[in-house]
């Protein structure tokens, strides 16, 4: 398969070659000094539906950049770190890690959590030991998952064919990815069943679970709420303050009288 020149953009003219002669780029030997190409934009405008990799470099005593590879962009490198840039699509899609972590947790999958919006299904990867960043695979662009040569590397192979060698495991990385995608399709389906909703019609039934979503959602969030400020409710109170709050019950719980 002839390489998709565009996919090497932005790497140094040395690595740009050796990548596009093997149809692969070995991510465990890339420095940031392998990028050329630099994006000073804050926020930055990415293409998060074509994101291949992040690449985080950072450690806890190490502040340096970060890489992104895209399909439609190629290569650059930014300051902001992995976590500033998830913030950013946070920001702009209006999916934030708590819904992600609720969706994970009503679907009873395990963690670390994953980004999924749309077709954009991002899944942290290269997990250090000790550090608050990480590296993300777009796992839209993935079609298949191997072992690397070395131990403790995989080899993925990229919806084009390119092929990308990273620090992971295949068993590690086949369940997170497809994890990632029930979460996709777990978003899809409630979408569907909204847009059933708004144009009032119930030609389709509805697993039930599905319907149930925003209830559990909303108590997640109501008891999060209460432990982080501090307030030691039981379950079962919240389950009651939310069925008033439901009813519009204009009764009050004096929570802090009662402590």
Known sequence: MTMVPIYWEGLTTAQQEQAATDNLIDLTKLRPSDVARVAYDHPLDVDWSSVIFI???????????????????????????????????????????????????????????????????????????????????????????????????????????????????????????????????????????????RNLVYGRSYDQDLRDYPAYRDHQLLWAAFRKAGYPVGLADVDQILREVYACDPRSWHLTDER
């Open 55 to 197: 690449k985080n470099f950072r450690t806890v005593n190490q502040q340096v950049d970060t890489v992104v590879w895209t399909a439609n962009e190629g290569f650059y490198r930014t300051s902001a770190t992995p976590n500033a840039l998830l913030a950013e699509l946070s920001a702009i899609s209006g999916v934030s890690g708590f819904d992600q972590k609720t969706d994970l947790g009503y679907l009873r999958l395990s963690g670390p959590v994953p980004f999924v919006v749309g077709s954009t299904m991002l899944v942290s990867t290269e997990r250090p030991m000790r550090a608050n960043n990480v590296s993300w695979l777009g796992g839209q662009e993935v079609a298949n998952v191997k072992s690397g040569a070395h131990l403790g590397n995989v080899r993925v192979i990229l919806n084009n064919g390119a092929i990308a060698i990273f620090k992971d495991s295949p068993t590690r990385l086949r369940k997170k990815l497809d994890e990632a995608c029930q979460l996709r399709d777990f978003e899809q389906q409630r979408w569907a069943l909204a847009q059933e909703q």
